[in-house]
């Protein structure tokens, strides 16, 4: 199984890897995120073999960064909590978050499978909670589950308990650089480095990728993303790029790649998220001059952009005493306000001596925070904001990438023709998600729906392949 180590820079090899008696299993799943996992525990429920490929000493990724909120509608948690929703209701939001330039045949399968994957979560021991007491830009019912902790982190761990109760293996620390295909582009195996810098090589019937997207990948960053080229990046150092990159090499179409999840409110300089909760709850975000720049409920993965065209790109998230009671409940704001992000002022003068503007343009600014009376920039209020008041300095941050290689409904990779790559899958970061293709299209959680309702389609679609023949040329839905 082992060999030398080759270029750390993922490429694509033709034949067969340089060893005996290769190791070969069902399924391989590049990345071990919610994506990876989520389609490994489906794969086992099937009795499916596969094995999960993860670079890291503990799976972590882009979920574990999140707060770990997850999308879903019709599952039984949501049922059971009286809520009134449909995959057609939810597939409408996404719609019209993007002004329809989201994927619909991604959006219809993500949205109809979200609530059976958070139902077979559930079985595997994760206890879901739906978030009250306020929505998410964009959504129109209450559908976000999460973990009693609230954290990515906690969902991550969850995840990876879940799998290791079953028979599939996260092998870590193993960073796959090589994928190996035949004459027909099939792939056969891949190749990963171990931490001694050997190459180990195994076998597969069914690759997915589940491993990244690409905003920790400067030049592509830059290529696609120019605008958030020197922004903070606030992802995971493992989206490097490698399943686009696969990609192009196989001749895969690729999709969305202007689509990002931005955020702007990571507390400066402390590096922590500040959930946008604050804002949905009555708060706003006030740029140096002591003015409001735009209307902080479309959210907050556009807001990086406005919050980064502001002077010296930061602003301060401005909220009230109801508001912060809210905000401990959340562990990322509780990070942030032991890390001493949160400045307490007592009156208009002391916030706008925090902020460095001056005191009448901020309390104009705050005069017009009043319930009933439509803003300038369209937002209204719902009530006003109240001494003592409590801030947040904030810049935008790019967090994720929503674009990737194209795939169909069922998370076949396809070529530019549309037809699709022999038994090559993608979901979650490495594959276009449901954002369209600019950064104003991210609908609150479309990171996570992408990595868990696609790991469950992905995993099915792989499991009625391996039923109908292991070695058959293509993938069939």
């Given at each position: 199984?082992?060999?030398?180590?080759?270029?750390?820079?993922?490429?694509?090899?033709?034949?067969?890897?340089?060893?005996?008696?290769?190791?070969?299993?069902?399924?391989?799943?590049?990345?071990?995120?919610?994506?990876?996992?989520?389609?490994?525990?489906?794969?086992?429920?099937?009795?499916?073999?596969?094995?999960?490929?993860?670079?890291?000493?503990?799976?972590?990724?882009?979920?574990?960064?999140?707060?770990?909120?997850?999308?879903?509608?019709?599952?039984?948690?949501?049922?059971?909590?009286?809520?009134?929703?449909?995959?057609?209701?939810?597939?409408?939001?996404?719609?019209?978050?993007?002004?329809?330039?989201?994927?619909?045949?991604?959006?219809?399968?993500?949205?109809?499978?979200?609530?059976?994957?958070?139902?077979?979560?559930?079985?595997?021991?994760?206890?879901?909670?739906?978030?009250?007491?306020?929505?998410?830009?964009?959504?129109?019912?209450?559908?976000?589950?999460?973990?009693?902790?609230?954290?990515?982190?906690?969902?991550?761990?969850?995840?990876?308990?879940?799998?290791?109760?079953?028979?599939?293996a996260?092998?870590?620390?193993?960073?796959?650089r090589?994928l190996?295909?035949?004459?027909?582009?099939?792939?056969?195996?891949?190749?990963?480095?171990?931490?001694?810098?050997?190459?180990?090589?195994?076998?597969?019937?069914?690759?997915?990728?589940?491993?990244?997207?690409?905003?920790?990948?400067a030049?592509?960053?830059?290529?696609?993303?120019?605008?958030?080229?020197?922004?903070?990046?606030?992802?995971?150092?493992?989206?490097?790029?490698?399943?686009?990159?696969?990609?192009?090499?196989?001749?895969?179409?690729?999709?969305?790649?202007?689509?990002?999840?931005?955020?702007?409110?990571?507390?400066?300089?402390?590096?922590?998220?500040?959930?946008?909760?604050?804002i949905?709850?009555?708060?706003?975000?006030?740029?140096?001059?002591?003015?409001r720049?735009?209307?902080?409920?479309?959210?907050?993965?556009?807001?990086?952009?406005?919050?980064?065209?502001?002077?010296?790109?930061?602003?301060?998230?401005?909220?009230?005493?109801?508001?912060?009671?809210?905000?401990?409940?959340?562990?990322?704001?509780?990070?942030?306000e032991?890390?001493?992000?949160?400045?307490?002022?007592p009156?208009?003068?002391?916030?706008?001596?925090?902020?460095?503007?001056?005191?009448?343009?901020?309390?104009?600014?705050?005069?017009?925070?009043a319930?009933?009376?439509?803003?300038?920039?369209?937002?209204?209020?719902?009530?006003a904001?109240?001494?003592?008041?409590?801030?947040?300095?904030v810049?935008?941050?790019?967090?994720?990438?929503?674009?990737?290689?194209?795939?169909?409904a069922?998370?076949?990779?396809?070529?530019?023709?549309?037809t699709?790559?022999?038994?090559?899958?993608?979901?979650?970061?490495?594959?276009?998600?449901?954002?369209?293709?600019?950064?104003?299209?991210?609908?609150?959680?479309?990171?996570?729906?992408?990595?868990?309702?696609?790991?469950?389609?992905?995993?099915?679609t792989?499991?009625?392949?391996?039923a109908?023949?292991?070695t058959?040329?293509?993938?069939?839905?």
């Open positions: 199984m082992s060999g030398a180590a080759s270029a750390s820079a993922p490429v694509i090899r033709r034949g067969q890897p340089p060893v005996d008696d290769l190791p070969q299993v069902s399924v391989v799943i590049v990345g071990a995120g919610a994506c990876g996992l989520s389609a490994a525990l489906m794969l086992q429920d099937a009795g499916v073999d596969c094995v999960v490929l993860e670079r890291d000493a503990v799976p972590s990724g882009s979920t574990a960064l999140s707060s770990g909120f997850i999308p879903a509608s019709g599952s039984e948690v949501q049922r059971a909590a009286g809520i009134d929703d449909s995959p057609a209701r939810f597939a409408a939001d996404i719609m019209a978050k993007t002004d329809g330039t989201a994927a619909a045949h991604l959006v219809r399968a993500y949205t109809e499978a979200s609530g059976p994957a958070m139902d077979a979560l559930a079985r595997h021991g994760l206890t879901f909670q739906i978030l009250d007491g306020f929505l998410y830009p964009g959504h129109s019912v209450r559908r976000m589950h999460s973990l009693p902790e609230r954290t990515g982190a906690a969902l991550m761990a969850a995840l990876e308990r879940a799998v290791q109760a079953t028979d599939a996260i092998l870590t620390r193993t960073l796959v090589e190996w295909v035949d004459e027909t582009g099939r792939v056969r195996a891949v190749g990963g480095v171990r931490p001694d810098g050997a190459m180990e090589y195994l076998g597969c019937d069914v690759l997915l990728l589940a491993c990244n997207g690409f905003g920790g990948n030049a592509l960053r830059a290529e696609w993303l120019p605008e958030m080229a020197d922004a903070v990046y606030g992802g995971h150092e493992g989206n490097d790029g490698s399943a686009l990159l696969w990609g192009r090499a196989l001749g895969a179409a690729q999709a969305d790649l202007g689509g990002y999840q931005g955020h702007g409110s990571w507390a400066s300089p402390h590096g922590v998220l500040i959930s946008w909760a604050v949905m709850d009555g708060g706003v975000q006030i740029n140096r001059e002591g003015r720049f735009h209307d902080e409920t479309h959210g907050y993965s556009e807001a990086a952009v406005h919050v980064l065209a502001q002077p010296g790109g930061i602003a301060w998230n401005v909220f009230d005493a109801q508001t912060l009671a809210l905000a401990r409940t959340f562990p990322d704001f509780q990070e942030a032991a890390a001493g992000a949160l400045r307490t002022c009156d208009v003068e002391a916030l706008a001596a925090t902020i460095g503007c001056e005191a009448h343009v901020l309390r104009a600014t705050l005069d017009s925070v319930p009933g009376v439509a803003a300038a920039d369209g937002r209204r209020f719902s009530r904001l109240t001494a003592p008041y409590y801030a947040v300095k810049t935008g941050a790019l967090f994720h990438t929503q674009g990737g290689l194209d795939i169909d069922h998370c076949r990779v396809l070529r530019p023709d549309g699709a790559l022999p038994n090559l899958l993608a979901a979650g970061g490495a594959a276009r998600g449901v954002s369209g293709n600019a950064v104003w299209g991210y609908l609150s959680g479309n990171g996570l729906l992408s990595a868990v309702a696609g790991g469950f389609i992905a995993a099915h792989a499991i009625d392949a391996l109908i023949s292991p058959s040329q293509e993938i069939s839905p």
